[in-house]
């Protein structure tokens, strides 16, 4: 049971550490998120400007939140991971119904312009899951061994916004280098005429002056 729950902290936690780093996204390219609220058209007008300025330091302010929770102890982790919670599912609501109603519209996960995907549905409530258990399955253990289970959470969001990346990146079209649009077509052959006739003059026997005569 403690491994069980000890997997669902570092789960939790990494979730945490992809909110700051979405809220740091978020708020460096705030013209790209406000672009992608204009694109879903879910949230009403009138509040997509609160809604720009404050969606990225409410990720940062939660996941560190979050994360300071799990070093102090158990009860704060608690809190912690509930608010957390409580707002992946926000995430998966959201994603879910910008899926089936809006399904070309840009994401805007991590300042990305991209289309949703089922997957960052699934992202979100897995996480919204994984916070809500090991909020009801609090860890107890020394300042030293809560700081390490950082490590492992930080390895699983790396790699969860590893895949995300890679789900989301569209394979260059044939005869294109890395999608940028240049053709790397191979040079093209010189054409050359029909057999027997580049090397027609060649072997033709010259004139002479008895064939004038």
Same mark, same amino acid.
């Given at each position: 049971?403690?491994?069980?729950?000890?997997?669902?902290?570092?789960?939790?936690?990494?979730?945490?550490?992809?909110?700051?780093?979405?809220?740091?996204?978020?708020?460096? &390219?705030?013209?790209?998120?406000?672009?992608?609220? =204009?694109?879903?058209?879910?949230?009403?007008?009138?509040?997509?400007?609160?809604?720009?300025?404050?969606?990225?330091?409410?990720?940062?302010?939660?996941?560190?939140?979050?994360?300071?929770?799990?070093?102090?102890?158990?009860?704060?982790?608690?809190?912690?991971?509930?608010? =957390?919670?409580?707002?992946?599912?926000?995430?998966?609501?959201?994603?879910?119904?910008?899926?089936?109603?809006?399904? =070309?519209?840009?994401?805007?996960?991590?300042?990305?312009?991209?289309?949703?995907?089922?997957?960052?549905?699934?992202?979100?409530?897995?996480?919204?899951?994984?916070? =809500?258990?090991?909020?009801?399955?609090?860890? &107890?253990?020394?300042?030293?061994?809560?700081?390490?289970?950082?490590?492992?959470?930080?390895?699983?969001?790396?790699?969860?916004?590893?895949?995300?990346?890679?789900?989301?990146?569209?394979?260059?079209?044939?005869?294109?280098? /890395?999608?940028?649009?240049?053709?790397?077509?191979?040079?093209?052959?010189?054409?050359?005429?029909?057999?027997?006739?580049?090397?027609? /003059?060649?072997?033709?026997?010259?004139?002479?002056?008895?064939?004038?005569?």
């Amino acid at each position: 049971m403690a491994a069980l729950a000890l997997s669902l902290s570092a789960v939790a936690l990494a979730g945490a550490l992809l909110l700051v780093a979405g809220g740091l996204a978020h708020m460096r &390219d705030r013209a790209s998120f406000d672009a992608a609220l =204009t694109a879903q058209r879910l949230v009403p007008r009138s509040l997509r400007p609160l809604l720009g300025r404050l969606a990225g330091p409410l990720e940062i302010a939660i996941g560190s939140g979050a994360v300071a929770g799990w070093l102090v102890g158990p009860s704060t982790a608690a809190w912690g991971f509930g608010v =957390t919670a409580l707002l992946y599912a926000g995430f998966g609501a959201y994603t879910s119904a910008l899926r089936l109603w809006r399904p =070309t519209a840009p994401c805007g996960c991590f300042g990305s312009d991209r289309p949703v995907t089922w997957a960052v549905a699934v992202r979100a409530w897995v996480f919204a899951g994984a916070a =809500t258990a090991a909020a009801l399955l609090p860890v &107890d253990g020394p300042a030293v061994w809560r700081l390490a289970t950082l490590a492992p959470a930080a390895i699983i969001g790396f790699v969860v916004w590893l895949l995300q990346e890679i789900g989301h990146r569209p394979s260059p079209p044939y005869g294109t280098v /890395g999608g940028g649009g240049r053709e790397s077509n191979p040079p093209a052959r010189a054409s050359r005429p029909p057999y027997g006739v580049e090397d027609r /003059g060649r072997h033709q026997p010259a004139n002479t002056s008895s064939e004038r005569s």
